[in-house]
């Protein structure tokens, strides 16, 4: 266990260190706030109440989508195309030799990155929509609480869908494809360009069943105090589920992957 | 020989780094095919989240889907041609960072021809063919009586647009000289200006329309000559010449651009590593 916090601690640190290309990535994910906020002002003009949101809290899903995109790495990023190079170059041998688990490993890399990205990327960009938009941000500290606990479940779901897409390497040697359509899922289906909630009839009733929905829309859900009480539960729940059947499918499909590899000597 | 012409010799090494990239691209073409439809709809998903848009409403800032669309696929055409001809450009503070840039300098090909074609990606036919359909499916809706001049205005419009996006992307390359990590800086302004464009300057605040006008010239790349070809109002209510102002805008900027390149690598200091 301490093995595994001292690997997120470093996780942390690594991307605490580039501190212009945090910057550079909170200067524009302001930007496309700012450029998707006027857009949903003039949507919302129209169609008020549309999926359900006021307009403030259109504005809020926004800041906060924009605020988790790298937490989550909705759009790629992370650590799956670091493992996928270590599977192609065949470092993942020396990996596999290393007392640690390799799941467990990344996960607290991982988990180490997005702890970083939350505040280092995910604040500042909130604030800003704060001061220049009304949202509909909540004054009670429990529902934050919620919310963080919520962005917990829904980073694991992430972890766990970008795991299994980082050990296709082994099968495909070469990720750009897989990683290219995972990014596509990841933006669309997660309510990064439309709140899913806006999605029309079974098709919208289906996207919002999926992971990732896990990642963006349940989270600002919580947030905007959407789901209380036993709807908070169940919302909860929908995460961990998927958490764990992700999860256990990366076991799975680490040990049918391990069995693969063939150490060549010199 | 190479003294004499230096254009047509970074165009040849150019060329020559741009078909090497693409014989690599092709030794993996299950990456390849998924990569160029994965670019197409990548594309295509912001479209889709407009036509989902327009699933509730019948027209957004007074402009309805087939106006949007022309917008949409304008911008995407001209970030699309950018991107292939020079999208790479951002890898050059990587470059730095690890000293391989050093191998570029010594090499008997103009750097900015040797960076441009760096990691040349073919898959982003996508996003050209994407921004392409959906032009021409606005083309085809809008209500414009179209003439063969109108037709030419609207190539022009796109390719003024992509030396726009072009120069951004070289700009951006040069600040990396100096800001090293800041390559995502530069994504703002391309992808995110192309975001921005695709709806009605009506539907954003005025400054941030006029930021786009007189800052970060964009609005030159569809926003100005595509109001011109609907017949809308100026936003900003400027004079009716400077929606055909787009190609000096384009090459204003690209010589702007070119100038902070030189700079930039006159200041270059290797790391020696």
């Known amino acids: 266990m301490r093995l595994y916090a001292a690997v997120a601690v470093s996780g942390f640190r690594r991307y605490a260190t580039y501190r212009v290309a945090t910057a550079a990535g909170v200067f524009t994910n302001t930007v496309f706030g700012f450029v998707i906020a006027y857009t949903f002002i003039a949507l919302w003009d129209e169609r008020p109440h549309l999926g359900g949101y006021g307009q403030a809290q259109a504005l809020t899903f926004v800041w906060v989508s924009q605020g988790l995109l790298a937490a989550m790495a909705l759009l790629g990023g992370g650590f799956q195309e670091e493992l996928q190079e270590r599977i192609r170059s065949g470092d993942i041998a020396v990996d596999l030799y290393r007392p640690a688990d390799l799941q467990l490993w990344w996960f607290a890399a991982d988990l180490g990155r997005a ?11 909130l604030a800003v929509g704060a001061l220049c938009f009304e949202l509909a941000l909540p004054a009670d500290p429990l529902v934050w609480l919620a919310f963080l606990l919520s962005c917990l479940l829904g980073f694991a779901v992430g972890f766990g869908l970008r795991f299994l897409i980082g050990l296709c390497a082994f099968w495909l040697l070469d990720g750009a494809g897989v990683n290219m359509v995972s990014g596509l899922m990841g933006m669309f289906f997660s309510g990064m360009l439309l709140p899913l909630t806006v999605f029309p009839g079974p098709f919208g009733a289906t996207v919002r069943l999926l992971p990732w929905a896990a990642m963006l829309q349940v989270p600002a859900d919580v947030l905007l105090g959407l789901h209380t009480g036993a709807g908070l539960a169940r ?20 040990s049918l992957a391990t069995t693969k590899v063939v150490v060549q000597g010199g | 020989m190479a003294d004499r012409f230096p254009v047509a010799a970074g165009l040849r090494g150019y060329a020559l780094v741009v078909a090497m990239w693409v014989r690599s691209t092709m030794a993996y073409r ?71 840039f050093d191998t570029l300098l010594v090499r008997p090909v103009p750097v900015l021809a040797q960076v441009a074609a760096d990691r040349f990606a073919l898959r982003r036919l996508g996003r050209i063919g994407q921004g392409a359909l959906v032009l021409g499916w606005g083309v085809a809706h809008v209500d414009v009586a179209w003439t063969l001049p109108k037709g030419l205005f609207t190539v022009v419009m796109v390719v003024s647009g992509a030396a726009i996006f072009a120069s951004v992307f070289i700009a951006g390359a040069a600040f990396q000289f100096w800001a090293t990590e800041a390559a995502e800086v530069q994504n703002s302004f391309t992808y995110g200006g192309s975001t921005l464009l695709q709806y009605p300057p009506t539907v954003f605040a005025t400054e941030l329309v006029r930021g786009v006008t007189f800052v970060v010239p964009l609005a030159f790349v569809n926003w100005l000559p595509a109001l011109r070809l609907l017949g809308r109002d100026n936003p900003l209510g400027l004079p009716g010449w400077v929606d055909f102002c787009g190609p000096f805008v384009a090459l204003l900027m690209l010589t702007g651009a070119g100038l902070l390149w030189r700079v930039g690598l006159r200041s270059y200091r290797s790391t020696g590593s």
């Open chain 1, 115 to 125: 702890l970083f990205q939350l505040l280092g990327r995910g604040v500042v960009p």
């Open chain 1, 235 to 254: 919302a909860l729940a929908f995460q961990a589920g998927w958490a764990v059947l992700l999860l256990a499918a990366g076991r799975v499909v680490q």
């Open chain 2, 30 to 100: 299950a990456s390849f095919a998924m990569t160029t439809i994965g670019n197409f709809a990548a594309s295509g998903l912001d479209f889709v989240a407009i036509l989902l848009m327009f699933s509730h409403i019948d027209a957004l800032g007074g402009f309805s889907l087939a106006e949007v669309a022309l917008l949409y696929g304008a911008t995407s055409c001209s970030l699309g041609l950018a991107d292939l001809t020079l999208g790479s450009m951002d890898r050059i503070g990587r470059r730095v960072r690890d000293g391989t």
